[in-house]
C-alpha cells in the first residue's frame, strides 16, 4: 500500500492555516442561522440521550442472562404510542417555525445590500460588482477580478455602508456553488440563471470560499478568496480599480514582448486575449477568468498555488495548465493543442512580466490593505512575486 | 453456488444453467444476494480508495476525472446493487413467499428476467472501461455535467439506469401481486408478518417513484445521442428541471433503502425478544406514512438552488415530519425488546448497533431539514457523514443482522459467533471513526466530492487521517465477514427448522429450505402476526402434504435469452446506434461491433420473448388459485402501470412546466391535429376491439377472438405508420435541437410510440399464443395483461393528444 501513498509534495507546505467554519459569528448569517440551530442542538441532545439510555437500558435489563422469566406477551400501548407520536410532533412543529422565522429574517436580498456577480466557469471564478462602473477615461464594462472577491465589512449604521453582500450567482457551462462558510450559506451558480443570496462579515479579514457542486475533474480546484475590507479601505480599492488602465509596457521591455503574445498570439495565433480580459486594454475576452489585476493577485489556478507557489508555477501554467491542474481548459501552449502556436521558454517568460505588470497602485493593493486592517485574523497570504 | 444446492454437488456449467433457468425464488433471491455482496465489496474498494487518496492533504492517487469516476462508482454500486437489491429482492425474494406460506412469486418466471436484466445492467456499466472510461459525474449525473464534452461512460450509464429500473421495477410488481393474490390461506393482509409488509410499502413506492428517474436518465440519454433535451438552457430548457425528475425518485429511494431493513430489524427484534411486536399496526401504519411522506420532501436536496421560499418551506416542513413515523419505528422496536428475554446473539447486536447509529442519523437529517442550516451544509460533509450515518452504519447494519439472521435458514448453518463479533466490533469503530469526523469536517467547510484539499486548513488534515483509518478498520471488518460467510459454508448442516425460536411461517420449513419450500399446509386461523406462537398456544398442527403432489414452475431459459438479449441491445444503444454505413477504420471499429449487435439483438430479443410466450409456466395443467379473482399476469401489469404512469406523468409534467413558464413555444408548423384525431379514432377502437377478444376468450369464442388481436394488431400498426410519417415530416421541417417545444414533443410522444411498439408485441404475444394453441379453457396465457397494457397505451395517448395538439 505503502507506493500508493505518495504524500503531499513539500513545496504545499507554505501554505497558511484557514480557519473554516460555518460556526464564524462575524456572520450576520450564521448569526440568525446558529440561534435557529441551537435549538435543533438542545432536542438532538435530549433526544440522544433519552433514546439511546433507554436503549442500552433495555438491553442491560431484560438480556436472557439477566431476565429469565418466560416474557409477558403484550402487543402495545395505545397511551405510550400517542405520546411518542405526539411529543415528535410538537418538536417538529416548533422546529418548522423556527425555520421559518430564520428564512423571513434571511430573505430576500434588499434594496440596500451591495450587491457582486459571482460568475463561475470550470474552473474559476470572475467576481464583477454591478456598482462598480470603470471610469470611462480607463476602459469600459465592470470592474472585474478573477478567483478573489471584495467585499466591505457589514456596517450597523447604512450611512457608512451596507450590512450585508447579495451575491448574484450564475454560471457558464455546468452547475456550480458559491460556499464560504464563514460568511454565509451557499447558492448554487447555474447556467443562464441568476440567484442571488447574501452573504456578510462585521470582520476585516481574508476568507475561503469554495466551488460546492461537482462541475468536472477539478471541482476540488475552483477556489476562491473572499477579502472582506473596512468601507473606507474598500472604497479606495475600488477608486482605485475603477480607474485602473493596464499599465503600457515600456518599449524594448520583456513586458512589451509579452504582451504582444498576449494581444496577437505567436505567429498570427493563440491570443491570451481571444478569452482573457485586461482593463484598459484591447484585449476583452470572455471566456477565462479576468486578467486586469493579475499582479496583484496572490493566488494561481482558481487558489491552487499562493504566494511563492505562484511564481513556481506560473511558467508551467502557461505552457500546459491541464498537466498541473486537471481538466484546465486553457489551451497547450506547448505545441499540443491544435491550433495554438508552442511558445519557447523566452516567450512565456515575456507573457509571465507582462502578467506580473498587471498591477493597481498602491492604494488598490487589498493584500497590503488586508494585512494592515486586520493583521491578527486575516492569514493574509505573503507576497511573494519575484521583483515587484 | 454450492450454496444452493447442497445436496447436488455438480459442476459450475450445471449450477450456472441452473441459474439461468430456475424460476426458484430461494434461487434468484440468492442470486440478488450474491451480486449485492460483490456489489458491496466492489463499491467498498473503491470506497478504501477514496479515503487514501484523502488521507493526507494533496495526494496524488487519484486525481481529478480518476477521482470522479472511482467516487461515482462507489455510489452507483452502493446504491443500485447492494443497498437496494439486497434487502428488497434478495431477502424479498427469498422470505415474502416463505412467510406468506407460499410455494412461488405470483410470477415466476418474471423473476428470473428480472434478476439476470439487474445482473446485466451492472455489467453493462462497466463496459464503459473499454470506451473511455467509467462515469465520472457523479451517481446524481446533474445536467449539465453529464453532458459536458470531458465527461465518459455517461451514454451507458443512462442506459444501465434505465434496465435496472426496469428489472426493479418488474420485481416490484412481482411482489405486490404476490402479497394481493396469494398468502396461505386465513392470512389476511393485517396478519402478514411485519418484513413482508416492509417489502410491499417498498415495492409500492418504488413503482410510484422510479418514473422519476428513468425521466432523468431517459431525457440525459437522448440528448447525448440526438439533441433532445429538456433542460438545455441554451434553448429555454431549464437545468433545474433535471434534478427535480431526479430527486422526485431519488428521495424516495432512500427508503427504499430504509423500508425493507426496518422491516428485518422488527422480525429480528421480536424473535430475540421472544415477543410480540409493540404496535404492529402502528408499525405498519408508520410505514405507510413514510411511503407517503417520502414522495413529497424531494426539494430539500434542492435547496441551494434558490426555488421560491414558499416552496423550500413547505418541503422542509415535510422533511421534519418524515421524523414522526420513522422515530415511531425506532420505539417500537425498544418497545418489542422492552420486557422480553432478549437472546444476545450478532443477529441482536446488529439491531442494536443499528438503533443506536441510526438514532444520530435520523437527528442530523432533521437538523439538514432546517433550511438556512442546509445552506451552509449542504453538499459538504456533513452531509456525507449524514447519509454513510443513515445508510452505512444504519441500515447496511440491518442488511448485516438480516443476513446473520437468516443465514442458517437458507444455508443450514450458523455464522460463527465468534467471527460475527469482531465483524460487528470491527465495522461498528470503523464507521464511527470514518464519518463521525466528517460531521465536523462538514461544519468547518470541506466540500463533497473532492479530490484533494491544501494543507493548512484548520484541523482538515487530522480529520480526514481519522477518517481514513476508519475506512480501513471497516475494509478488514468486511474481510472478516466474507471469511464467516466462507467458512460457515464448511461446517455440517446443523441448524434444524427453526434455530432463534422465530414466529413467522418461514421457520416451519427445514433449513436449507426445499425447493418445494413446504411439505406441509397451514392451519387456517391466524389470530395474529405471529402464528407459530398461536398455533402452538392453540394446539394446532401443520398439515402434511405429499411433496410429490406438490408442482412447481418449470424451468426456461428464455427468460434469460431475452435479459441477455436486452444487454447486447443496451450495449448497442451505448456505443453504437442504427447505422448502416460501414467503414472499418480501427478508430470506429468498437461503435460498428456495437451497431451490429444492436441490430442483431432485436431479432433475438423477439425470438426469446415469443419463444418465452410459447413456453408453459407449468409442465402439467395446473389449477391456479389467487385471492382475487384476477389472474396473477393481470394482478402484476395492474402495478407495473403505476410505474408507467409515474413515468409519463414527471415527464408530462416537466413539459406543463415548461410550456407553463413560457419556454416552450410550440413552432408555427407542427403536427396537425387532424391527423392525431384520425390515430385516437384508430387506437380508441383498438382499445375495444383488444377488450372484445379478451370477453370472447372468456366466452369461449377462440377463433373470433384470435381475429381481434389480429385486428387489434393492424390498428396499431396503422397507428404507428401515421405517426412515423408525422414525424419525419416534423423532423425535416425544423430542427429540434434548436427547439424546446419540439425537443419535448419527439421526446414524450416517441416514448409513447415506444410504448405502442411494446404493447403491440405484447398483443402480438397473445396472438402467437392463440396460434400455437397455448391458449385455451385453463390457461389464458398473457392476452389479460396485455390487453391491459394496450388500455394504458390508449389513455396515455389521448392525454398527449390533449397536451401536445390541441393545447396551442
Same mark, same amino acid.
Given at each position: 500500500?505503502?507506493?500508493?501513498?505518495?504524500?503531499?509534495?513539500?513545496?504545499?507546505?507554505?501554505?497558511?492555516?484557514?480557519?473554516?467554519?460555518?460556526?464564524?459569528?462575524?456572520?450576520?448569517?450564521?448569526?440568525?442561522?446558529?440561534?435557529?440551530?441551537?435549538?435543533?442542538?438542545?432536542?438532538?441532545?435530549?433526544?440522544?440521550?433519552?433514546?439511546?439510555?433507554?436503549?442500552?437500558?433495555?438491553?442491560?435489563?431484560?438480556?436472557?442472562?439477566?431476565?429469565?422469566?418466560?416474557?409477558?406477551?403484550?402487543?402495545?400501548?395505545?397511551?405510550?404510542?400517542?405520546?411518542?407520536?405526539?411529543?415528535?410532533?410538537?418538536?417538529?412543529?416548533?422546529?418548522?417555525?423556527?425555520?421559518?422565522?430564520?428564512?423571513?429574517?434571511?430573505?430576500?436580498?434588499?434594496?440596500?445590500?451591495?450587491?457582486?456577480?459571482?460568475?463561475?466557469?470550470?474552473?474559476?471564478?470572475?467576481?464583477?460588482?454591478?456598482?462598480?462602473?470603470?471610469?470611462?477615461?480607463?476602459?469600459?464594462?465592470?470592474?472585474?477580478?478573477?478567483?478573489?472577491?471584495?467585499?466591505?465589512?457589514?456596517?450597523?449604521?447604512?450611512?457608512?455602508?451596507?450590512?450585508?453582500?447579495?451575491?448574484?450567482?450564475?454560471?457558464?457551462?455546468?452547475?456550480?456553488?458559491?460556499?464560504?462558510?464563514?460568511?454565509?450559506?451557499?447558492?448554487?451558480?447555474?447556467?443562464?440563471?441568476?440567484?442571488?443570496?447574501?452573504?456578510?462579515?462585521?470582520?476585516?479579514?481574508?476568507?475561503?470560499?469554495?466551488?460546492?457542486?461537482?462541475?468536472?475533474?477539478?471541482?476540488?480546484?475552483?477556489?476562491?478568496?473572499?477579502?472582506?475590507?473596512?468601507?473606507?479601505?474598500?472604497?479606495?480599492?475600488?477608486?482605485?480599480?475603477?480607474?485602473?488602465?493596464?499599465?503600457?509596457?515600456?518599449?524594448?521591455?520583456?513586458?512589451?514582448?509579452?504582451?504582444?503574445?498576449?494581444?496577437?498570439?505567436?505567429?498570427?495565433?493563440?491570443?491570451?486575449?481571444?478569452?482573457?480580459?485586461?482593463?484598459?486594454?484591447?484585449?476583452?475576452?470572455?471566456?477565462?477568468?479576468?486578467?486586469?489585476?493579475?499582479?496583484?493577485?496572490?493566488?494561481?489556478?482558481?487558489?491552487?498555488?499562493?504566494?511563492?507557489?505562484?511564481?513556481?508555477?506560473?511558467?508551467?501554467?502557461?505552457?500546459?495548465?491541464?498537466?498541473?491542474?486537471?481538466?484546465?481548459?486553457?489551451?497547450?501552449?506547448?505545441?499540443?493543442?491544435?491550433?495554438?502556436?508552442?511558445?519557447?521558454?523566452?516567450?512565456?517568460?515575456?507573457?509571465?512580466?507582462?502578467?506580473?505588470?498587471?498591477?493597481?497602485?498602491?492604494?488598490?493593493?487589498?493584500?497590503?490593505?488586508?494585512?494592515?486592517?486586520?493583521?491578527?485574523?486575516?492569514?493574509?497570504?505573503?507576497?511573494?512575486?519575484?521583483?515587484? | 453456488?454450492?450454496?444452493?444446492?447442497?445436496?447436488?454437488?455438480?459442476?459450475?456449467?450445471?449450477?450456472?444453467?441452473?441459474?439461468?433457468?430456475?424460476?426458484?425464488?430461494?434461487?434468484?433471491?440468492?442470486?440478488?444476494?450474491?451480486?449485492?455482496?460483490?456489489?458491496?465489496?466492489?463499491?467498498?474498494?473503491?470506497?478504501?480508495?477514496?479515503?487514501?487518496?484523502?488521507?493526507?492533504?494533496?495526494?496524488?492517487?487519484?486525481?481529478?476525472?480518476?477521482?470522479?469516476?472511482?467516487?461515482?462508482?462507489?455510489?452507483?454500486?452502493?446504491?443500485?446493487?447492494?443497498?437496494?437489491?439486497?434487502?428488497?429482492?434478495?431477502?424479498?425474494?427469498?422470505?415474502?413467499?416463505?412467510?406468506?406460506?407460499?410455494?412461488?412469486?405470483?410470477?415466476?418466471?418474471?423473476?428470473?428476467?428480472?434478476?439476470?436484466?439487474?445482473?446485466?445492467?451492472?455489467?453493462? /456499466? $462497466?463496459?464503459?472501461?473499454?470506451? +473511455? !472510461? #467509467?462515469?465520472?459525474?457523479?451517481?446524481?449525473? %446533474?445536467?449539465? @455535467?453529464?453532458?459536458?464534452?470531458?465527461?465518459?461512460?455517461?451514454?451507458?450509464?443512462?442506459?444501465?439506469?434505465?434496465?435496472?429500473?426496469?428489472?426493479?421495477?418488474?420485481?416490484?410488481?412481482?411482489?405486490?401481486?404476490?402479497?394481493?393474490?396469494?398468502?396461505?390461506?386465513?392470512?389476511?393482509?393485517?396478519?402478514?408478518?411485519?418484513?413482508?409488509?416492509?417489502?410491499?410499502?417498498?415495492? /409500492? $413506492?418504488?413503482?410510484?417513484?422510479? +418514473? !422519476? #428517474?428513468?425521466?432523468?436518465?431517459?431525457?440525459? %440519454?437522448?440528448? @447525448?445521442?440526438?439533441?433532445?433535451?429538456?433542460?438545455?438552457?441554451?434553448?429555454?430548457?431549464?437545468?433545474?428541471?433535471?434534478?427535480?425528475?431526479?430527486?422526485?425518485?431519488?428521495?424516495?429511494?432512500?427508503?427504499?433503502?430504509?423500508?425493507?431493513?426496518?422491516?428485518?430489524?422488527?422480525?429480528?427484534?421480536?424473535?430475540?425478544?421472544?415477543?410480540?411486536?409493540?404496535?404492529?399496526?402502528?408499525?405498519?401504519?408508520?410505514?405507510?406514512?413514510?411511503? #407517503?411522506?417520502?414522495?413529497?420532501?424531494?426539494?430539500?436536496?434542492?435547496?441551494?438552488?434558490?426555488?421560491?421560499?414558499?416552496?423550500?418551506?413547505?418541503?422542509?416542513?415535510?422533511?421534519?415530519?418524515?421524523?414522526?413515523?420513522?422515530?415511531?419505528?425506532?420505539?417500537?422496536?425498544?418497545?418489542?425488546?422492552?420486557?422480553?428475554?432478549?437472546?444476545?446473539?450478532?443477529?441482536?447486536?446488529?439491531?442494536?448497533?443499528?438503533?443506536?447509529?441510526?438514532?444520530?442519523?435520523?437527528?442530523?437529517?432533521?437538523?439538514?431539514?432546517?433550511?438556512?442550516?442546509?445552506?451552509?451544509?449542504?453538499?459538504?460533509?456533513?452531509?456525507?457523514?449524514?447519509?454513510?450515518?443513515?445508510?452505512?452504519?444504519?441500515?447496511?447494519?440491518?442488511?448485516?443482522?438480516?443476513?446473520?439472521?437468516?443465514?442458517?435458514?437458507?444455508?443450514?448453518?450458523?455464522?460463527?459467533?465468534?467471527?460475527?463479533?469482531?465483524?460487528?466490533?470491527?465495522?461498528?469503530?470503523?464507521?464511527?471513526?470514518?464519518?463521525?469526523?466528517?460531521?465536523?469536517?462538514?461544519?468547518?467547510?470541506?466540500?463533497?466530492?473532492?479530490?484533494?484539499?491544501?494543507?493548512?486548513?484548520?484541523?482538515?488534515?487530522?480529520?480526514?487521517?481519522?477518517?481514513?483509518?476508519?475506512?480501513?478498520?471497516?475494509?478488514?471488518?468486511?474481510?472478516?465477514?466474507?471469511?464467516?460467510?466462507?467458512?460457515?459454508?464448511?461446517?455440517?448442516?446443523?441448524?434444524?427448522?427453526?434455530?432463534?425460536?422465530?414466529?413467522?411461517?418461514?421457520?416451519?420449513?427445514?433449513?436449507?429450505?426445499?425447493?418445494?419450500?413446504?411439505?406441509?399446509?397451514?392451519?387456517?386461523?391466524?389470530?395474529?402476526?405471529?402464528?407459530?406462537?398461536?398455533?402452538?398456544?392453540?394446539?394446532?398442527?401443520?398439515?402434511?402434504?405429499?411433496?410429490?403432489?406438490?408442482?412447481?414452475?418449470?424451468?426456461?431459459?428464455?427468460?434469460?435469452?431475452?435479459?441477455?438479449?436486452?444487454?447486447?441491445?443496451?450495449?448497442?444503444?451505448?456505443?453504437?446506434?442504427?447505422?448502416?454505413?460501414?467503414?472499418?477504420?480501427?478508430?470506429?471499429?468498437?461503435?460498428?461491433?456495437?451497431?451490429?449487435?444492436?441490430?442483431?439483438?432485436?431479432?433475438?430479443?423477439?425470438?426469446?420473448?415469443?419463444?418465452?410466450?410459447?413456453?408453459?409456466?407449468?409442465?402439467?395443467?395446473?389449477?391456479?388459485?389467487?385471492?382475487?379473482?384476477?389472474?396473477?399476469?393481470?394482478?402484476?401489469?395492474?402495478?407495473?402501470?403505476?410505474?408507467?404512469?409515474?413515468?409519463?406523468?414527471?415527464?408530462?409534467?416537466?413539459?406543463?412546466?415548461?410550456?407553463?413558464?413560457?419556454?416552450?413555444?410550440?413552432?408555427?408548423?407542427?403536427?396537425?391535429?387532424?391527423?392525431?384525431?384520425?390515430?385516437?379514432?384508430?387506437?380508441?377502437?383498438?382499445?375495444?376491439?383488444?377488450?372484445?377478444?379478451?370477453?370472447?376468450?372468456?366466452?369461449?369464442?377462440?377463433?373470433?377472438?384470435?381475429?381481434?388481436?389480429?385486428?387489434?394488431?393492424?390498428?396499431?400498426?396503422?397507428?404507428?405508420?401515421?405517426?412515423?410519417?408525422?414525424?419525419?415530416?416534423?423532423?425535416?421541417?425544423?430542427?429540434?435541437?434548436?427547439?424546446?417545444?419540439?425537443?419535448?414533443?419527439?421526446?414524450?410522444?416517441?416514448?409513447?410510440?415506444?410504448?405502442?411498439?411494446?404493447?403491440?408485441?405484447?398483443?402480438?404475444?397473445?396472438?402467437?399464443?392463440?396460434?400455437?394453441?397455448?391458449?385455451?379453457?385453463?390457461?389464458?396465457?398473457?392476452?389479460?395483461?396485455?390487453?391491459?397494457?394496450?388500455?394504458?397505451?390508449?389513455?396515455?395517448?389521448?392525454?398527449?393528444?390533449?397536451?401536445?395538439?390541441?393545447?396551442?
Amino acid at each position: 500500500m505503502g507506493v500508493l501513498l505518495p504524500l503531499a509534495t513539500s513545496a504545499q507546505a507554505q501554505q497558511v492555516v484557514q480557519s473554516l467554519s460555518i460556526a464564524d459569528r462575524a456572520s450576520a448569517y450564521n448569526r440568525e442561522m446558529s440561534s435557529m440551530i441551537i435549538w435543533a442542538l438542545a432536542f438532538a441532545v435530549i433526544i440522544f440521550v433519552g433514546v439511546s439510555a433507554a436503549l442500552f437500558y433495555t438491553v442491560y435489563k431484560f438480556r436472557e442472562d439477566r431476565n429469565t422469566a418466560e416474557p409477558q406477551q403484550f402487543h402495545g400501548n395505545n397511551t405510550l404510542e400517542m405520546v411518542l407520536v405526539g411529543v415528535p410532533v410538537i418538536i417538529v412543529v416548533l422546529l418548522s417555525l423556527l425555520t421559518v422565522r430564520a428564512m423571513a429574517r434571511l430573505n430576500p436580498t434588499q434594496a440596500t445590500d451591495y450587491p457582486v456577480n459571482a460568475v463561475a466557469a470550470q474552473f474559476y471564478w470572475n467576481f464583477e460588482y454591478p456598482q462598480e462602473k470603470v471610469d470611462a477615461a480607463a476602459g469600459t464594462g465592470l470592474v472585474t477580478n478573477g478567483n478573489e472577491m471584495l467585499m466591505p465589512v457589514s456596517s450597523t449604521d447604512p450611512q457608512a455602508g451596507p450590512q450585508r453582500i447579495a451575491v448574484t450567482a450564475t454560471s457558464r457551462d455546468v452547475i456550480h456553488a458559491f460556499w464560504a462558510p464563514n460568511l454565509g450559506g451557499q447558492r448554487d451558480a447555474i447556467p443562464s440563471v441568476k440567484k442571488t443570496w447574501q452573504i456578510a462579515t462585521d470582520r476585516a479579514g481574508v476568507y475561503q470560499g469554495n466551488c460546492n457542486v461537482l462541475c468536472g475533474a477539478s471541482h476540488a480546484n475552483m477556489r476562491f478568496k473572499v477579502i472582506a475590507l473596512p468601507k473606507t479601505d474598500y472604497d479606495a480599492v475600488m477608486a482605485s480599480m475603477k480607474a485602473y488602465k493596464a499599465p503600457t509596457p515600456a518599449a524594448g521591455s520583456p513586458e512589451e514582448a509579452g504582451y504582444a503574445i498576449f494581444t496577437q498570439g505567436k505567429d498570427g495565433s493563440g491570443a491570451c486575449a481571444a478569452c482573457h480580459r485586461v482593463q484598459g486594454t484591447p484585449a476583452n475576452g470572455q471566456a477565462g477568468p479576468d486578467l486586469s489585476f493579475f499582479g496583484t493577485r496572490r493566488t494561481l489556478g482558481a487558489g491552487m498555488w499562493e504566494g511563492k507557489n505562484v511564481d513556481d508555477n506560473l511558467h508551467q501554467w502557461i505552457k500546459d495548465s491541464a498537466a498541473i491542474k486537471p481538466g484546465s481548459v486553457m489551451p497547450h501552449y506547448d505545441g499540443t493543442t491544435k491550433g495554438y502556436p508552442a511558445l519557447s521558454d523566452q516567450d512565456i517568460s515575456n507573457v509571465e512580466a507582462y502578467l506580473r505588470s498587471l498591477q493597481l497602485p498602491a492604494e488598490g493593493d487589498y493584500w497590503a490593505k488586508v494585512s494592515a486592517a486586520a493583521p491578527d485574523n486575516v492569514k493574509a497570504i505573503p507576497a511573494a512575486q519575484g521583483g515587484n | 453456488m454450492a450454496i444452493q444446492v447442497p445436496q447436488q454437488k455438480s459442476g459450475l456449467g450445471a449450477v450456472l444453467w441452473d441459474m439461468m433457468t430456475t424460476t426458484d425464488h430461494k434461487k434468484i433471491g440468492w442470486m440478488y444476494i450474491l451480486v449485492s455482496i460483490f456489489g458491496f465489496g466492489f463499491a467498498g474498494i473503491m470506497a478504501v480508495l477514496i479515503r487514501l487518496q484523502l488521507m493526507v492533504p494533496n495526494n496524488h492517487l487519484l486525481v481529478g476525472n480518476l477521482y470522479n469516476q472511482v467516487l461515482t462508482m462507489h455510489a452507483a454500486v452502493m446504491i443500485f446493487f447492494f443497498l437496494i437489491p439486497i434487502g428488497l429482492f434478495g431477502f424479498g425474494n427469498y422470505f415474502v413467499p416463505l412467510q406468506l406460506g407460499v410455494r412461488d412469486v405470483a410470477l415466476p418466471r418474471l423473476n428470473n428476467f428480472a434478476v439476470w436484466l439487474f445482473f446485466f445492467s451492472m455489467l453493462l /456499466i $462497466l463496459t464503459g472501461v473499454f470506451h +473511455g !472510461g #467509467l462515469p465520472g459525474v457523479g451517481w446524481t449525473f %446533474y445536467y449539465p @455535467l453529464s453532458v459536458d464534452a470531458n465527461q465518459t461512460g455517461v451514454v451507458v450509464f443512462m442506459v444501465a439506469v434505465i434496465l435496472n429500473g426496469i428489472a426493479s421495477l418488474l420485481g416490484s410488481a412481482n411482489f405486490a401481486a404476490t402479497i394481493i393474490n396469494m398468502r396461505a390461506p386465513g392470512m389476511s393482509m393485517w396478519k402478514m408478518p411485519i418484513f413482508t409488509w416492509s417489502i410491499f410499502a417498498t415495492s /409500492i $413506492l418504488q413503482l410510484l417513484s422510479l +418514473g !422519476g #428517474l428513468t425521466a432523468a436518465a431517459l431525457v440525459t %440519454y437522448l440528448d @447525448l445521442k440526438l439533441g433532445l433535451t429538456m433542460f438545455n438552457p441554451g434553448i429555454g430548457g431549464v437545468p433545474a428541471l433535471f434534478q427535480q425528475f431526479f430527486w422526485f425518485y431519488s428521495h424516495p429511494a432512500v427508503y427504499v433503502m430504509l423500508l425493507p431493513y426496518l422491516g428485518i430489524g422488527a422480525e429480528i427484534a421480536s424473535t430475540m425478544a421472544r415477543k410480540p411486536l409493540f404496535g404492529y399496526r402502528v408499525m405498519v401504519y408508520s410505514i405507510l406514512a413514510i411511503v #407517503l411522506v417520502s414522495m413529497i420532501v424531494w426539494l430539500h436536496h434542492m435547496f441551494a438552488l434558490g426555488l421560491p421560499d414558499t416552496w423550500q418551506i413547505a418541503f422542509a416542513v415535510a422533511t421534519l415530519v418524515v421524523a414522526v413515523p420513522t422515530g415511531v419505528k425506532i420505539f417500537n422496536l425498544l418497545g418489542t425488546l422492552w420486557g422480553g428475554r432478549i437472546t444476545m446473539r450478532t443477529p441482536t447486536y446488529w439491531l442494536i448497533g443499528f438503533i443506536f447509529n441510526f438514532l444520530i442519523g435520523g437527528i442530523t437529517g432533521v437538523t439538514l431539514g432546517m433550511i438556512p442550516f442546509d445552506y451552509q451544509v449542504t453538499m459538504s460533509y456533513y452531509v456525507v457523514a449524514h447519509f454513510h450515518n443513515v445508510m452505512m452504519f444504519g441500515t447496511a447494519f440491518l442488511a448485516m443482522g438480516g443476513l446473520y439472521y437468516w443465514w442458517p435458514k437458507m444455508t443450514g448453518r450458523f455464522l460463527s459467533e465468534k467471527l460475527g463479533m469482531a465483524h460487528f466490533w470491527l465495522f461498528m469503530i470503523g464507521s464511527w471513526m470514518t464519518f463521525l469526523p466528517q460531521y465536523i469536517l462538514g461544519l468547518l467547510g470541506m466540500p463533497r466530492r473532492y479530490y484533494t484539499y491544501p494543507a493548512g486548513n484548520y484541523a482538515w488534515s487530522e480529520l480526514n487521517f481519522i477518517s481514513t483509518v476508519g475506512a480501513l478498520i471497516l475494509l478488514v471488518g468486511g474481510v472478516v465477514w466474507i471469511w464467516n460467510m466462507l467458512q460457515s459454508l464448511k461446517r455440517p448442516i446443523s441448524a434444524g427448522p427453526n434455530p432463534w425460536g422465530g414466529f413467522t411461517l418461514e421457520w416451519t420449513t427445514e433449513s436449507p429450505t426445499p425447493a418445494y419450500d413446504f411439505a406441509h399446509d397451514f392451519p387456517k386461523t391466524f389470530p395474529t402476526e405471529r402464528p407459530l406462537y398461536d398455533w402452538e398456544k392453540s394446539g394446532m398442527k401443520l398439515i402434511p402434504v405429499n411433496v410429490k403432489d406438490i408442482h412447481l414452475p418449470q424451468s426456461t431459459v428464455w427468460p434469460f435469452a431475452t435479459a441477455l438479449s436486452l444487454l447486447f441491445m443496451g450495449y448497442g444503444l451505448s456505443f453504437g446506434w442504427f447505422n448502416w454505413n460501414w467503414s472499418p477504420t480501427p478508430a470506429t471499429a468498437p461503435n460498428h461491433l456495437a451497431s451490429i449487435l444492436l441490430w442483431l439483438s432485436v431479432p433475438a430479443f423477439l425470438y426469446s420473448l415469443f419463444k418465452w410466450a410459447g413456453t408453459p409456466e407449468y409442465d402439467t395443467p395446473v389449477e391456479h388459485h389467487t385471492l382475487t379473482k384476477y389472474g396473477n399476469g393481470f394482478m402484476g401489469m395492474a402495478w407495473f402501470i403505476i410505474s408507467e404512469v409515474g413515468l409519463f406523468g414527471v415527464l408530462l409534467a416537466g413539459y406543463i412546466y415548461l410550456k407553463v413558464i413560457g419556454a416552450a413555444a410550440a413552432p408555427l408548423e407542427r403536427p396537425a391535429l387532424a391527423l392525431a384525431a384520425l390515430n385516437t379514432l384508430i387506437l380508441v377502437s383498438s382499445s375495444f376491439v383488444v377488450h372484445r377478444a379478451e370477453q370472447d376468450l372468456h366466452t369461449h369464442r377462440y377463433s373470433r377472438g384470435r381475429l381481434g388481436l389480429l385486428i387489434t394488431l393492424v390498428l396499431g400498426m396503422l397507428f404507428m405508420i401515421f405517426q412515423i410519417f408525422e414525424f419525419s415530416k416534423f423532423g425535416m421541417e425544423s430542427n429540434w435541437t434548436q427547439n424546446l417545444w419540439q425537443s419535448c414533443f419527439f421526446i414524450i410522444v416517441g416514448l409513447h410510440g415506444l410504448h405502442i411498439i411494446i404493447g403491440g408485441v405484447g398483443v402480438a404475444l397473445a396472438y402467437y399464443q392463440h396460434m400455437t394453441g397455448k391458449i385455451d379453457r385453463t390457461n389464458h396465457g398473457s392476452l389479460a395483461p396485455a390487453s391491459l397494457y394496450w388500455h394504458l397505451v390508449d389513455v396515455v395517448w389521448l392525454l398527449i393528444v390533449a397536451l401536445f395538439y390541441a393545447w396551442g
